[in-house]
């Protein structure tokens, strides 16, 4: 009965998974010792058909220019937290 479990067998060692991968260039299905292509010595590797997909947003924070308003917003914020402080401590004391 435990055997009927694992019904999908990794194609590279033959060891019954009961958790499958799939590989997603060339479609095997292995275990989670061979999942990764390179691991299983995918033919979509040594074809060279593997093409990866990186990001076209690229974001140099180096040039990032600054406003001079950043010290600004910064006070305005701890102000702003101030006065609420000192208003829930109005209403407390005079309650």
């Known amino acids: 009965m435990e055997e009927n479990k694992a019904l999908n067998v990794c194609q590279y060692c033959g060891k019954p998974t009961y958790l499958p991968f799939r590989c997603p260039y060339c ?3 292995f275990c989670e010792e061979h999942r990764l292509p390179e691991a299983h ?5 040594r074809e ?3 093409v990866p997909h990186y990001s076209e947003v690229h974001v140099d924070y180096s040039v990032r220019q600054k406003n ?5 917003y910064i006070v305005y914020a701890v102000l702003l937290v ?3 402080e000192l208003v829930f401590w109005a209403v407390k004391v005079l309650v």
């Open 27 to 29: 479609g095997g299905i």
């Open 41 to 45: 010595n995918c033919p979509s590797l």
């Open 48 to 50: 060279k058909r593997y």
């Open 68 to 72: 001079g308003k950043e010290f600004e």
């Open 82 to 84: 101030a006065m609420i």
